[in-house]
């Protein structure tokens, strides 16, 4: 029996938040009404709050504590923002889904841009935004528009919760003119499989060396959970795609990448290799990304030491830390050398 229990693959589980908070009128809409019952019947906390984005007094006796039950804390709200933000170099838009994200991911950028408010707000009035959606795709017609949705959040790991990402595939299903990206950490992708996308919504999982995803992603799903997600994927006929970020120079480095493409290459059925991506983005961080991390992670093994790091401006002012030329370089012509050897026929869209 103990042999058996240590040698057993323990699941990753499903996202339960320990608070749920309810904006009045979300309970209006038909997923609100869902989500209540759903959290009702697990038996969580669950208060009232007038805006989701305002939510304080998360039990906790240190700012570490706080920040850790705001991570577990689910937000039900209303979109009021259909304007949406571009995502380049991914897509032409980011589409709101979700804000904010149960995982542990050290180099997150969410850390930055959520600031104070790092719980999981999840937004009821998806007709809205898929509205919001159709409207920016008639104005580029004839061009194609292509929609992210997973910049300010990990909505797979949501869809058990919200039943949104299936929503929005089938919407794009239908639209000519419509594609829908989004990507993950988590394998939890059962309720996606029989979603009818038509092909235009590619799947996308989040890859890394096993020294990234070991010491820098507590609270996500582990590799070989991912990769077998990404087997059913390919078989439910979505196209598939993987980002590899942030690429993190560390001793052994070359190993470990290589090591990542032969794994994904050995565990991929035929059908993934017929449309297959790869996006690449080197690890980046600002001043404020490491003040912040060095807080909520005081052991985190992310080098972030501006000395050994390029400085690269950015829009605002908001300039940020990459690689030196050198050694971006290094690491783009190793990994894409990587990708053409094992799998000649996968396009990699950008290195960034
Ligand atoms: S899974 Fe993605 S969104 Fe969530 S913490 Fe990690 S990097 Fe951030």
Redesign the pocket.
Known sequence: MATEQMTRTRSTALFVPELVYFEPDALLYPKGKRILEWAQNKGLPIHMTTSHNRITNFPGETELEKYRIAKRTLVVGIRKTLKFDTSKPSAEYAMPIATG?????H????QTTLGSKPYVRVYVNTDDILKAAKQYIEERAPEITRFEA?CT??PV?LEHITGSLKEYIEFMAKEPLGRLRFV???HHVEPLLDAKHNKHTRFRF?VNADYVIKNF?P??SAFHERIEAAGKVARAGYPLGFIIAPIIWHDGWEKGYEELIVKLHDALPPEALDDLTFELIQHRFTKTAKNVIERRYPKSKLEMDEAKRKYKWGRYGRGKYVYPDEQATALREFITEQIFDKFPNAKIEYFT
């Open positions: 994200c149960m995982g542990h991911c180099y997150c950028y969410l997973a959040s990990d790991g993950t950490k988590y989040s992603e609270a996500t």
